[in-house]
T-cell receptor
Framework: GAGVSQSPSNKVTEKGKDVELRCDPISGHTALYWYRQSLGQGLEFLIY????????KSGLPSDRFSAERTGGSVSTLTIQRTQQEDSAVYLC??????????FGPGTRLTVL | AQKVTQAQTEISVVEKEDVTLDCVYETRDTTYYLFWYKQPPSGELVFLIR??????QNEISGRYSWNFQKSTSSFNFTITASQVVDSAVYFC??????????????FGEGTQLTVNP
């Protein structure tokens, strides 16, 4: 596709359940990023992939959060045992290494 | 540590007015990149511009212009003759200090611009 795609666009879950968020980067982009946007915290960096490896995971807020990337393409962000404070919009971006990051439409996560 | 400050939380103007969105940044690096993104009500972050720290030339793109001043660590964004479609949240972002921050973007808090007809 022409841009970064994310699925689902909306996810409502119950507290304590696990969720998986998916990101499909722009074809040929080797770098992939996850950010979170919430009312109180603004836009926060979560994790960065270069190829399939994650040299920077320092933004993940707790060990309930994990992410992987396979084939240098699709990435999945997993949140285990979701809490209400995990409610946010999760944004994915991709770039050619070191260049401008292009963002997807985001996944709005609501934890009840 | 790097930081971006957008002091204007909300700005409201009437269509055709000019408006300037302020951005001030902090970094100890001499090489860095600055960005502006637009987030319309649909929610997607749209890239507007990228500047590197060695290029202080002002840039104009249609009704948009950017004023980068290293002396004041500012990268301000002006919309000339604003239109209702310009209503959005605008984010300024910084990419620097790669040894500690990697390739992440550090965002300001955003400025909500409302253009009224």
């Amino acid at each position: 596709g022409a841009g970064v795609s994310q699925s689902p666009s909306n996810k409502v879950t119950e507290k304590g359940k696990d969720v998986e968020l998916r990101c499909d980067p722009i074809s040929g982009h080797t770098a992939l990023y996850w950010y979170r946007q919430s009312l109180g915290q603004g836009l926060e960096f979560l994790i960065y992939f270069q190829g399939n490896s994650a040299p920077d995971k320092s933004g993940l807020p707790s060990d309930r959060f994990s992410a992987e990337r396979t084939g240098g393409s699709v990435s999945t962000l997993t949140i285990q045992r979701t809490q209400q404070e995990d409610s946010a919009v999760y944004l994915c971006a991709s770039s050619r290494s070191g260049n401008t990051q292009y963002f997807g439409p985001g996944t709005r996560l609501t934890v009840l | 540590a790097q930081k971006v400050t957008q002091a204007q939380t909300e700005i409201s103007v009437v269509e055709k007015e000019d408006v300037t969105l302020d951005c001030v940044y902090e970094t100890r690096d001499t090489t860095y990149y600055l960005f502006w993104y637009k987030q319309p009500p649909s929610g997607e972050l749209v890239f507007l511009i990228r500047r590197n720290s060695f290029d202080e030339q002002n840039e104009i793109s249609g009704r948009y212009s950017w004023n980068f001043q290293k002396s004041t660590s500012s990268f301000n964004f002006t919309i000339t003759a604003s239109q209702v479609v310009d209503s959005a949240v605008y984010f300024c972002a910084l990419n620097a200090e790669w040894e500690t921050s990697g390739s992440r973007l550090t965002f300001g808090e955003g400025t909500q611009l409302t253009v009224n007809p």
